[in-house]
């Protein structure tokens, strides 16, 4: 979603048609797990710090599949959060234990593909689509569901 | 008859050695052997294997400053939004950041 994401930002997210919400899927390894819990971390001080360090992640897949402890706390730290509380959260249990229950409930609802979307409307039914997509593609997704 | 032994003309080696140091250093311009190019392989593999070793690059990119500009806020299964919380579609996307 990353190439459309600034369509629907601009677009649905803007109008208020639209929140999107990250669901972190912890398939590849150690360091998925540590991308996940580092990003929540980031959550922890300020729900705008996690869309910053999310963005900064996808922007640097490469680092991050190669990343130490200290390429997460300096990355929090070149975004002015507060590096001691994110390094005591990245190293306790309770974000760990979020990331792993919120994986554990994507794997019930039967998401296994990467990316995965659902497009969720009033109702409460949702639409899925699967890997990335163009912005028309989610538009026409969105369009349905909007009231 | 007795052989009288001259010392080298001590001003020509040094010319001799610049001349044999031009010659090494001239361009190569034939293929390399197939030996080089197998020497060359594993040295870029083992500068590969090195550079897994190094600590990962540091972030060289800021959040687009887009994202900003738009509310957030946490939901009640932990999980963060970007937009207006009373929004009436909700866009999920499952991913991995690797």
Redesign the interface.
């Known amino acids: 979603?990353q190439g459309a994401k600034?369509e629907?930002?601009?677009s649905?997210?803007?109008a208020?048609?639209?929140?999107?919400?990250?669901?972190?899927?912890?398939?590849?390894?150690p360091?998925?797990t540590n991308?996940?819990i580092a990003?929540?971390c980031a959550?922890e001080q300020d729900?705008?710090a996690?869309?910053?360090?999310?963005?900064?992640?996808?922007?640097?897949?490469?680092?991050?599949?190669?990343?130490?402890r200290?390429?997460f706390l300096?990355?929090a730290t070149?975004?002015g959060l507060d590096t001691g509380a994110f390094g005591t959260c990245f190293d306790g249990d309770s974000v760990r234990d979020?990331v792993e229950?919120?994986d554990q409930a994507?794997r019930d609802n039967n998401?296994g593909v990467?990316?995965?979307?659902?497009?969720?409307?009033?109702s409460g039914e949702?639409e899925r689509t699967f890997g990335s997509q163009p912005f028309a593609a989610?538009d026409a997704l969105?369009q349905a569901?909007?009231? | 008859m007795r052989l009288s032994l001259r010392p080298p003309n001590l001003l020509l080696l040094p010319l001799l050695l610049v001349f044999v140091l031009m010659a090494a250093c001239g361009s190569d311009t034939s293929a390399p052997a197939a030996g080089s190019a197998a020497l060359e392989g594993t040295a870029t593999a083992r500068a590969a294997a090195a550079a897994e070793q190094q600590p990962a690059a540091q972030p060289t990119a800021v959040v687009a400053a887009g994202d900003l500009a738009y509310t957030s806020g946490r939901n009640a299964d932990g999980t963060y939004f970007l937009g207006e919380p009373d929004a009436p579609v909700t866009l999920i996307d499952y991913s991995d950041f690797l």
């Open positions: 979603m600034q629907i930002l601009a649905h997210v803007a208020g048609d639209v929140k999107i919400i990250f669901w972190p899927m912890l398939d590849l390894g360091n998925s991308a996940a990003t929540f959550g729900p705008a996690f869309w910053r360090y999310h963005n900064t992640l996808f922007d640097n897949q490469r680092s991050v599949y190669l990343a130490n200290d390429y300096t990355t070149d975004l979020l229950t919120l994507r998401v990467r990316p995965t979307f659902d497009v969720i409307g009033p949702a989610f969105i569901q909007l009231p």
